[in-house]
């Protein structure tokens, strides 16, 4: 099933003066499947931020259509975007985003405490979770008080405790050691085994591997996408940097 339609979107930036445009999108289209897992590479500048902002409801395009679940997100009202988000989307960010004077419980509270939600249905739902992300035990601290790997397991938490449709995941792996990587990109391939579909922007190779398709982003266009099908991550890393070799290089598309 379609999940999400992104149809011929374009993006034009216009500096503070007006008098230069940047052509940050040119045409985008792309559908992402319900359950799917979806990775963005490009280099520095080719529009994956953008697209993502675009995606996330936080900035619209210039032209152009996304439907998530049939409706279009650009057309939403500035006043009912903020709850469209909260309701509908979760966002993993490379510096974690948790607010240091919450406990992490209530951090990851938040979002349904906006939503109004009963505290007896808010622990309804952090049990189960926070069993599975192996978070139980610290949800009385604070942020500062806990590990760069814990503390994006507890904004993982955070991002799931709504049940979006789903997870924009913006470099999640950008401020974690290599023992966090691995255990965050073992959890994303969890939660996603568990029917959340994903698209996450990454300048990584090693977490791109994880994912089932690779969307490869050039000068505000869809490049080339890989599929992982049947392959296993060390081929899919093959894969990815070979193409990245040629994107760089100035390889012609074949998407
Ligand atoms: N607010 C803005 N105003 C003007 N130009 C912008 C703005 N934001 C981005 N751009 C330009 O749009 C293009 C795409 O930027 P974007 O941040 O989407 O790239 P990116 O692929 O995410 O890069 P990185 O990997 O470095 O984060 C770049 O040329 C950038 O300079």
Redesign the pocket.
């Known amino acids: 099933m379609g999940l999400l339609k992104v149809k011929n979107i374009k ?1 034009i ?3 503070r003066f007006g008098n230069q445009k ?1 052509e ?2 040119k045409n985008v289209s792309l559908e992402v499947e319900q359950g799917e897992y979806v990775a963005i590479m ?12 675009i995606l996330a409801a936080l900035d619209k395009p210039t032209s152009g259509e996304i439907l998530l679940n049939g409706k279009n997100i650009v057309e939403i009202s500035d006043k009912d975007i903020s709850a469209f988000r909260r309701d509908h989307l979760g966002f993993v960010f490379q510096d974690f985003n948790l607010l240091d004077t919450f406990s992490l419980k209530d951090n990851i509270f938040l979002p349904l405490v906006l939503s109004r939600k009963s505290y007896k249905e808010m622990e309804k739902r952090m049990a189960p979770l926070a069993d599975d992300l192996g978070i139980s035990d610290i949800l009385g601290k604070y942020p500062y008080e806990v590990s760069g790997g814990q503390k994006q397991r507890c904004a993982v938490a955070r991002a799931l405790i709504t049940q979006p449709e789903l997870i924009l995941a913006d470099e999640p792996t950008g401020a974690l050691d290599s023992k966090s990587t691995n255990d965050l990109l073992t959890l994303f391939n969890k939660i996603n085994e568990n029917g959340q579909t994903i698209i996450m ?1 990454t ?1 990584s190779t090693l977490a791109a591997s994880h994912a089932s398709r690779v969307l490869f ?1 050039k000068d ?1 266009e869809v490049f080339h996408q890989i599929y992982k099908g049947d392959k296993t991550n060390e081929e899919m890393y093959q894969n990815i940097s070979d193409t990245l070799t040629l994107l760089t290089t100035g390889g012609v598309s074949n998407e």
Do not use: F, P, R
Request: charged share 15%.
């Open positions: 993006k930036y216009a500096t940047v940050a999108l490009g280099e520095s500048g080719s529009g994956k931020t953008t697209l993502l902002n922007v300048h982003i505000g």
